[in-house]
């Protein structure tokens, strides 16, 4: 049994505790009361008992679902518009009444930590892309639990269970098929180097409005460093010589002194890159769910699948419930459905790649990354503690750099 569980349940038998003293105390004063004190009626129904969170020692779906459906409506936070469709379908397979709202993942946190601090919890659900937001400010505070559904625990790896982790995001690197048979460089140190990347430039989002980008730049300096100084190494045929503190340090100055052109959204992003008609268009950097606007918008987007060391990167999303949710079973389901292949499909269908290993990619993925997961840098949870504190400090690099 978990301890959210064995604490609820200490509470709920501490409360039956009281009201049996108090059913006795009540007997008693009626059995001494003249015969004139009005009584109860026979008829009238047993006050029922308070719905208990169902735990996870013999764990059992069928249980879930049935105290799921005795509580009431939910609310599940997201950062994607998917989470519409996903809300809507869980409701109707589940019968409860569910909203799935779009909320951007930082002003989703403060809005989650106001709503704690209120005592008026809105969200019972959150899907948050910042999960270093998630273990070192939002679980340590108390504004949510992690739960990982006990059945399902063995399919999701280890490494992704504390948060839970519920897809990863690719973010690829891409180019014009219009101007461009194939990608136009092969080694991600071509993207600092005008000469080598062309008049069209390199485009992105702001990493200054993003945490995404910052944690990035944390897991490469740690995890990637020794493969970011073979890759330079393998395209001006020299050993990287720097006085920066890791090769990724000394990439991510380059990248900001060749003067990128920034964006607000990932959006904005696939646009300059993949609207026809240019001379000379960019490459750029965004999400793999970008490149379904070759269809919906005529866009020519490609992406760049021999780029090294890596072709993009994929940001871990955290699914957890609200401490002070009233409907604690409900939000389980919820949380259990999004981790099967039916619940998280409409965003498999974008190219996220669920944390469920049975979980088959979608054939809807526009960019094809589940083709790319050997080419992808995939963060490592375990120094997501170490992101949340280097972060401001890459963000401070950038901006000292930034031409």
Not at 17 to 32: P, T, Y
């Amino acid at each position: 049994m978990n301890h959210t569980h064995s604490v609820r349940r200490r509470a709920f038998d501490g409360w039956r505790g009281k009201v049996v003293v108090a059913v006795g105390a009540a007997a008693l004063l009626a059995a001494c009361a003249p015969s004139s004190t009005p009584q109860a009626s026979q008829d009238e129904p047993p006050a029922e008992d308070p719905v208990v969170p169902v735990g996870d020692e013999d764990f059992d779906l069928d249980d879930l679902i049935a105290a799921a459906q005795e509580e009431g409506e939910l609310t599940v936070y997201d950062g994607t518009g998917k989470i519409e469709q996903m809300a809507a379908e869980f409701q109707e397979k589940y019968g409860i009444t569910t909203a799935g709202i779009k909320v951007d993942s930082a002003e989703m946190a403060e809005k989650m930590t106001r709503e704690a601090q209120a005592g008026n919890v809105t969200a019972d659900v959150a899907a948050l892309s910042d999960v270093p937001a998630v273990s070192e400010q939002l679980v340590p505070q108390g504004i949510v639990e992690n739960w990982v559904p006990p059945d399902l625990a063995g399919l999701i790896p280890e490494t992704m269970h504390d948060p839970l982790i519920v897809i990863t995001d690719p973010s690829l690197y891409a180019y014009n098929t219009e101007k461009h048979d194939t990608c136009p460089v092969s080694n991600v140190w071509a993207l600092t180097d005008e000469e080598l990347l062309g008049d069209g430039g390199f485009v992105m989002q702001d990493p200054l409005g993003k945490p995404d980008y910052a944690d990035w730049w944390n897991q490469l300096s740690v995890h990637g460093d020794d493969l970011m100084r073979q890759a330079y190494e393998d395209l001006y045929g020299e050993p990287l010589e720097t006085s920066e503190q890791s090769a990724t340090h000394e990439w991510i100055k380059r990248l900001a002194e060749s003067g990128p052109l920034l964006t607000k959204s990932s959006e904005e992003a696939s646009e300059a890159v993949g609207a026809q008609g240019q001379s000379n268009p960019p490459m750029g950097l965004m999400s793999s769910a970008k490149f379904r606007n070759n269809d919906d918008k005529g866009y020519v987007l490609g992406v760049c699948d021999e780029i090294e060391p890596w072709v993009g990167f994929a940001k871990p999303k955290a699914i957890v419930m609200a401490s002070g949710t009233s409907n604690p079973n409900a939000a389980k389901l919820f949380i259990h459905y999004a981790m099967t292949a039916e619940g998280i499909k409409p965003q498999v269908d974008d190219g996220k790649l669920s944390a469920n290993s049975e979980v088959p990619p979608s054939d809807e993925d526009p960019s094809n990354a589940a083709e790319l997961t050997d080419r992808i840098f995939f963060f490592d949870n375990a120094t997501a503690a170490e992101d949340w504190a280097n972060r401001q400090n890459m963000h401070d690099f950038w901006r000292v750099n930034r031409r």
